[in-house]
Each structure stands twice: as structure tokens, then as C-alpha cells.
């Protein structure tokens, strides 16, 4: 089955914290991605890679980190956590930096930071 | 400034009546508009992708429209498990290839 998973689902941690969310698609995609949802203000990209060791910037990147060493996996990295990165997080994936039709988004990760 | 707006927030419905959710966008030269359905704690679905005024795209009791200027989705004799979040986002010039812009989405509540 064609999936994207993230780990861990929910999570809560205290500012200052580092912590990592894992992202991993099993369909052999390039084009990897990390977005924000937050009331309000809908989703927003937060850093993309186009392949191995090709990422950038998106939206809101401020406070974040990304790396993708292997093709399947892309976590998300935060330093040093802040409430204001409280939100809920979705990994997509999608064959190349043009098929928008086929994206595949994971289930989330609700983070809470206090 | 918003490139994408949706409206209404959200709707609801009685089984099988009929109705249509609208997104607006002020991007010039789209590249893409792209709907979504979100369920209650998951990632977003994709739905359609319009490209060009004119174009419509059916998918069961869905039906997407697009002008020069907002897209509409038409929903035909609703079920409550039509129930869900709507999104609508953009892929414009701008933006290069990375980046859709989403809308703030429409929540859509059947009622049995």
C-alpha cells in the first residue's frame, strides 16, 4: 500500500527541547515536504527537498531543520523547540516537482510545546 | 495579502441537498488549482487538479469548475460521509515549483 508515515503521531515537549519527526514514503518519490497547519492560517510549506540531498527553503522555515540522506526518509528537525512551533505537522510526497495531483500527505504530527 | 480564499468557512447541509463551496484566487497566469479533502485528524486527500478556465473534473457526487478568477466545487445530493474539510490551493508563477499556496479550507457537515 501506498503510504507516508510519521512518527510520532502526538507529541509534547517542554521549550528548548531538540526533537525530530520522522517521515518516510514507501512509492520511490523524489519531491518530499513538511508543512504546518494552524487555525487560521491553513497549511504552509515549511521546507521541501527535490531529491537526495537537495532541499530548501518553503514558507516558514524559521526554527527548523530538514535532511534527506536516503530517498524514503525526511525528518524534521527543531533545535531548540518554542510554543509558537505548537501545531500540527504533515509530511507529503509526491513522483517529481510537478505532479501536484498525485501528493500523498502523511497523518500528522500534533506537537505541543509548553 | 491572500491569494486564496474560501468561503464559507463552513456549510452545513442536509443529506442530499446540493451546494457549492467556492475558492477565489488573485494569482495571474495560474499554473494549477488543486482541491483537497481533509478528514478529522489526517493529512489532506487529493481530490482534482484544474488548469484552465473552462475546465470542470467530476468525481463521484463532486464536481470542480474554474474561471479566471475562483473555482467551485459542487457537491450533488450530499451523504454525512461527504463530511470534511474542503481545501483549495494554488500553484502560481511565482512560486516556482515548490510551493502551492493553500486556502483556510471549508468545513462541510452533512446532516443525516
Known amino acids: 500500500e501506498a503510504q507516508v508515515t510519521q512518527n510520532p503521531r502526538y507529541l509534547i515537549t517542554v521549550t528548548g527541547k531538540k526533537l525530530t519527526v520522522t517521515c518516510s514514503q514507501n512509492?520511490?518519490?523524489?519531491?518530499m515536504s513538511w508543512y504546518r497547519q494552524d487555525p487560521g492560517l491553513g497549511l504552509r510549506q515549511i521546507y521541501y527537498s527535490m531529491n537526495v540531498e537537495v532541499t530548501d527553503k518553503g514558507d516558514v522555515p524559521e526554527g527548523y531543520k530538514v535532511s534527506r540522506k536516503e530517498k524514503r526518509n525526511f525528518p524534521l528537525i527543531l533545535e531548540s523547540p518554542s510554543p509558537n512551533q505548537t501545531s500540527l505537522y504533515f509530511c507529503?510526497?509526491?513522483?517529481?516537482?510537478?505532479?501536484?495531483?498525485?501528493?500523498?500527505f502523511g497523518p500528522g504530527t500534533r506537537l505541543t510545546v509548553t | 495579502e491572500d491569494q486564496v480564499t474560501q468561503s464559507p468557512e463552513a456549510l452545513r447541509l442536509q443529506e442530499g441537498e446540493s451546494s457549492s463551496l467556492n475558492c477565489s484566487y488573485t494569482v495571474s497566469g495560474l499554473r494549477g488549482l488543486f482541491w483537497y479533502r481533509q478528514d478529522p485528524g489526517k493529512g489532506p486527500e487529493f481530490l482534482f487538479t484544474?488548469?484552465?478556465a473552462g475546465e470542470e473534473k467530476e468525481k463521484e457526487r463532486l464536481k470542480a469548475t474554474l474561471t479566471k478568477k475562483e473555482s467551485f466545487l459542487h457537491i450533488t445530493a450530499p451523504k454525512p460521509e461527504d463530511s470534511a474539510t474542503y481545501l483549495c490551493a494554488v500553484q502560481a508563477p511565482d512560486s516556482g515549483y515548490s510551493t502551492l499556496t493553500f486556502g483556510k479550507g471549508t468545513m462541510l457537515l452533512v446532516s443525516p
Open positions: 484544474l488548469y484552465s
Open positions: 512509492m520511490n518519490h523524489e519531491y
Open positions: 507529503a510526497s509526491r513522483e517529481d516537482r510537478d505532479t501536484y495531483y498525485e501528493q500523498y
